[in-house]
């Protein structure tokens, strides 16, 4: 057997030579399903997709050949390990929009939000550390956690976000155990997975809490201005630069495809971000970020997003509706923003060990268990709505319920 025959379910030959991190790294359970989920017939509810059928890509394929024809040696060449300036400048702008003042030179560019959890993660944990989320928590982030050997300590939410007493006692506790806390990670508006978003008064008390206890705090913000009802609540660091790193992301308001991101940090942590992330890629792509600055200067991006705004809002209904409909005898959440619904089913049934039966029905979604580092959450379920149109929206939940009541009758 040759070293490159090694992979998939075969024998690892390198077993006994990997770093402790990397047997933390698992692919999850549910992968494997998800590419049968992505063929055709099933109606995915599972992934976080944005729905890029909403924007105008002509106007965009003629941006991307202007940008390449008439910048073509900067844009194909290496850049800033910071990220260009005249992007960083327009992010000041968006995050405006939040409450936040910020100068360009606070923010790190970053290939998605994604590279941010994981430079942050590096800066700052060893293995043992404590990091405070909420329960749940997005699984991509639990995911880099784990990656770095993070203990995650979860805080229950209600339907007005993280519960600040509950946040109190959790790190009062870990505080008499002698265990180090060193930040907690938020998602405050239209949680993923919750739904739920951080109410105004919450967020200056959170804050107060983690400032006694000595702990940093993590905003991950993709979703702030897809609300559809009101305009974005302030950020937390709005309200204390010095004790929060703000993370945002083009994903969810443009494109994922660009792979844009950042980090809004204090300037000490600001410089080991920029150092971490030089160490790992040397630099952002130059093009899509001259790409996103373009986009920001020559099209109405404000106008768009309330496009995806009406979207969103359209096929939340849709899900709404069809859970109303077609399984009353679980609960949920109304989001009022955001891709993500969150659903407890009737008591004694598993998510996770419906799944199959539900792609078989040619439906997916995904387990609440992917969402507690603890692996609990199996009575709960993440259903997207994003994606799918209205109409499939309603065609998967009927499916699903189909495949409820069959596990009720069990
Ligand atoms: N944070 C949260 C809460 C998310 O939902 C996502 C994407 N699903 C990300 C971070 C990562 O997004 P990206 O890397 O595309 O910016």
């Given at each position: 057997?040759?070293?490159?025959?090694s992979?998939?379910?075969?024998?690892?030959?390198?077993?006994?030579?990997?770093?402790?991190?990397?047997?933390?790294?698992?692919?999850?359970?549910?992968?494997a399903?998800?590419?049968?989920?992505?063929?055709p017939?099933?109606?995915?509810?599972a992934?976080?997709?944005?729905?890029?059928?909403?924007?105008?890509?002509?106007?965009?394929?003629?941006?991307?050949?202007?940008?390449?024809?008439?910048?073509?040696?900067?844009?194909?060449?290496?850049?800033?390990?910071?990220?260009?300036?005249?992007?960083?400048?327009?992010?000041?702008?968006?995050?405006?929009?939040?409450?936040?003042?910020?100068?360009p030179?606070?923010?790190?560019?970053?290939?998605?939000?994604?590279?941010?959890?994981?430079?942050?993660?590096?800066?700052?944990?060893?293995?043992?550390?404590?990091?405070?989320?909420?329960?749940?928590?997005?699984?991509?982030?639990?995911?880099?956690?784990?990656?770095h050997?993070?203990?995650?300590?979860?805080?229950?939410?209600?339907?007005?976000?993280?519960?600040?007493?509950?946040?109190?006692?959790?790190?009062?506790?870990?505080?008499?155990?002698?265990?180090?806390?060193?930040?907690?990670?938020?998602?405050?508006?239209?949680?993923?997975?919750?739904?739920?978003?951080?109410?105004?008064?919450?967020?200056?008390?959170?804050?107060?809490?983690?400032?006694?206890?000595?702990?940093?705090?993590?905003?991950d913000?993709?979703?702030?201005?897809l609300?559809?009802?009101?305009?974005?609540?302030?950020?937390?660091?709005?309200?204390?630069?010095?004790?929060?790193?703000?993370?945002?992301?083009f994903?969810?308001?443009f494109?994922?495809?660009f792979?844009?991101?950042?980090?809004?940090?204090?300037?000490?942590?600001?410089?080991?971000?920029?150092?971490?992330?030089?160490?790992?890629?040397?630099?952002?792509?130059?093009?899509?970020?001259?790409?996103?600055a373009?986009?920001?200067?020559?099209?109405?991006?404000?106008?768009?997003?309330?496009?995806?705004?009406?979207?969103?809002?359209?096929?939340?209904?849709a899900m709404?509706?069809a859970?109303?409909?077609?399984?009353?005898?679980?609960?949920?959440?109304?989001?009022?923003?955001?891709?993500?619904?969150?659903?407890?089913?009737?008591?004694?049934?598993?998510?996770?060990?419906?799944?199959?039966?539900?792609?078989?029905?040619?439906?997916?979604?995904?387990?609440?268990?992917a969402?507690?580092?603890?692996?609990?959450?199996?009575?709960?379920?993440?259903?997207?709505?994003?994606?799918?149109?209205?109409?499939?929206?309603?065609?998967?939940?009927?499916?699903?319920?189909?495949?409820?009541?069959?596990?009720?009758?069990?």
């Amino acid at each position: 057997m040759t070293h490159s025959d090694s992979g998939g379910t075969r024998l690892d030959p390198w077993l006994g030579s990997y770093a402790s991190r990397a047997h933390n790294m698992r692919a999850s359970e549910i992968r494997a399903l998800f590419a049968v989920a992505s063929r055709p017939e099933v109606v995915s509810l599972a992934g976080g997709m944005p729905y890029i059928g909403g924007l105008p890509l002509e106007e965009i394929g003629e941006m991307m050949r202007r940008l390449i024809v008439e910048h073509g040696e900067t844009a194909l060449q290496y850049g800033s390990g910071q990220g260009d300036e005249n992007l960083r400048e327009h992010i000041t702008h968006v995050m405006a929009l939040e409450g936040i003042r910020a100068h360009p030179d606070d923010v790190v560019v970053t290939t998605g939000s994604q590279q941010a959890l994981d430079l942050v993660t590096t800066v700052f944990i060893d293995p043992g550390d404590v990091i405070v989320a909420e329960a749940p928590s997005y699984v991509g982030a639990l995911g880099v956690f784990r990656a770095h050997e993070a203990d995650v300590v979860h805080v229950p939410m209600d339907e007005n976000g993280l519960i600040p007493v509950a946040l109190a006692s959790t790190l009062a506790g870990l505080k008499a155990e002698g265990r180090r806390v060193k930040f907690l990670y938020t998602v405050p508006n239209y949680h993923n997975p919750g739904g739920v978003t951080l109410s105004l008064e919450r967020r200056p008390q959170i804050l107060e809490i983690c400032r006694r206890f000595g702990v940093l705090v993590l905003e991950d913000n993709p979703y702030g201005l897809l609300g559809f009802d009101r305009e974005p609540l302030p950020a937390m660091r709005s309200m204390d630069a010095e004790g929060v790193i703000y993370l945002g992301s083009f994903s969810k308001t443009f494109a994922p495809g660009f792979r844009v991101g950042w980090a809004a940090a204090p300037h000490a942590v600001r410089d080991k971000l920029v150092l971490a992330s030089e160490s790992a890629i040397l630099c952002p792509s130059n093009a899509s970020q001259m790409a996103i600055a373009s986009y920001l200067e020559h099209s109405d991006w404000q106008g768009q997003i309330k496009k995806f705004r009406e979207q969103y809002r359209e096929r939340r209904d849709a899900m709404i509706h069809a859970l109303e409909e077609f399984i009353p005898e679980a609960s949920w959440n109304v989001p009022d923003g955001g891709f993500y619904v969150w659903v407890k089913l009737p008591d004694g049934l598993d998510a996770k060990a419906m799944l199959p039966r539900a792609v078989t029905a040619r439906v997916a979604y995904v387990p609440g268990t992917a969402f507690y580092f603890d692996g609990s959450g199996s009575n709960y379920m993440r259903l997207s709505y994003c994606y799918p149109t209205p109409e499939r929206i309603r065609e998967g939940v009927q499916r699903l319920a189909g495949v409820v009541e069959a596990e009720m009758e069990t």
